[in-house]
């Protein structure tokens, strides 16, 4: 989540985490109570919205009731709207983006960019209608991947919760820190060079933390503890810094203050009337 006092967004929320066996065994639904207890472990009441990366389980699946519960208009994709359609979340609070949308709220700007899931994708395709609150994890299509840019007058912050690269990416996007996704399997730093030299060099991050490292079948409130496979990444994203941007380990529910940076606030753009969200001009 990122908040200035006023207005708050956070990138998924997925708190229910259901495990490997239930996966494979039956339909999944949403744990309100785990929801309602990791919103209130990281002290989170009201929230202006929730940006979903993509569609599978892991990233979408929690982010209607999440958005219910604190308010919050849901942005993603029409896969991402009809998860949130099916668990009967208004359409009046969801934001449908594309490639390349600028949404407001508050002193925060985000533009969303399309970037390909990392590989394996196992699940890809559209969700095509509204989904049942209680469904098979296979009916979690990626829908289409998403990193966000969120620009304001304390800092920008680049959010790239998937592994991989966009080929035709040449849009400058200057950010003091970058969330790098870096879930599946890495071998070396060099497969991670040309993610590396995109998001972070690109931008011309101080700060990395690296994001979706964990194993997502394990319950959330072990998170606290790091894995050896986190270090053994946050070694190998060292080894490409060259002791010039901080490598972090993010903190379970707790604050990181982050650094002042002017350099860019956003497209200056006015959406429809009564929308938050629009194609960026240009």
Known sequence: MLSDGLSSIMVDGFFSRPTLRRLLTGPVTPDEARI?????????????????????????????????????????????????????????????????????????TVTTFLTPHSKPNL??????????R???????KEGGSYSFHVAHPLGNVLIVP???VRPDWSVPLPAATVFLGMGGRVSSAEQ??????????GSG????????????????EELERVPRRLARKK????????????IEVPPYT?????????????????????????????
């Open 205 to 220: 991050a101080k700060t990395v933390y690296p994001i979706h490292w964990d194993d997502f079948f394990t319950e959330y």
């Open 235 to 246: 070694a190998l994203l060292e080894s490409l810094s060259g002791g010039t941007v901080a």
């Open 36 to 108: 309602r207890g990791g919103l209130r472990d990281a002290g989170v009441t009201r929230l202006s919205a929730v940006l979903v990366a993509h569609s599978h389980h892991d990233h979408a699946m929690d982010a209607p009731y999440v958005a219910q519960l604190t308010g919050a208009t849901v942005v993603g994709s029409r896969s991402t709207a009809n998860i949130a359609l099916g668990s009967g979340f208004p359409a009046k609070r969801i934001e449908i983006v594309g490639d390349r949308w600028v949404c407001r709220f508050g002193e925060f």
């Open 254 to 282: 707790r604050s990181i203050v982050l650094g002042k940076d002017n350099s860019w606030v956003g497209t200056t753009a006015s959406g429809q009337e009564g929308r938050q969200c629009r194609p960026r001009d240009g």
């Open 162 to 164: 998937s592994r991989a």
């Open 123 to 132: 699940l890809p395709g559209r969700i095509a209608k509204p989904l049942p």
């Open 192 to 201: 991670l060079r040309p993610y590396w030299d995109q998001f972070v060099s």
């Open 134 to 140: 209680s469904a098979s994890v296979l009916a979690y």
